[in-house]
Nanobody, 128 residues
Framework: QVQLVESGGGSVQAVGSLRLSCVVS????????MGWFRQAPGKEREWVTS???????TYADSVKGRFTISRNNAENTLYLQMNSLKSEDSAMYYC??????????????????????WGQGTQVTVSS
């Protein structure tokens, strides 16, 4: 059984930083693509970033240069380092994984349907 458990969310002031963690069980983080989505109240869920089996990464324009996705293969954990946070980054953040795709170029990374495993989410609130 695959489980994705996020942590690290919280409240922070604008321009501050947070690091989200996603501890994974029943799935090898380095084998397929993983990523992060977020959803703010009253808004649609949006893709944030993804990483593939080779370590290649891609980011939404809104977070490029501020967020960094990474993983620790030994700990089977995915991370999202968020710097220079803005109020518009406030959202529930979800860790996601796919067992269908190992390379970013092979699928639509922005589609929720591309990922078959989801965590419960961790809340990030950024105050200005």
């Amino acid at each position: 059984q695959v489980q994705l458990v996020e942590s690290g969310g919280g409240s922070v002031q604008a321009v501050g930083s947070l690091r989200l963690s996603c501890v994974v069980s029943g799935y090898t983080v380095s084998r397929y693509c993983m990523g992060w989505f977020r959803q703010a109240p009253g808004k649609e869920r949006e893709w944030v970033t993804s990483i593939d089996s080779d370590g290649s990464t891609t980011y939404a324009d809104s977070v490029k240069g501020r967020f960094t996705i990474s993983r620790n293969n030994a700990e089977n954990t995915l991370y999202l380092q968020m710097n220079s946070l803005k109020s518009e980054d406030s959202a529930m953040y979800y860790c996601v994984a796919t067992s269908w795709w190992s390379r970013l170029s092979r699928f639509n990374v922005r589609s929720e349907n591309s990922y078959n495993y989801w965590g419960q989410g961790t809340q990030v609130t950024v105050s200005s």
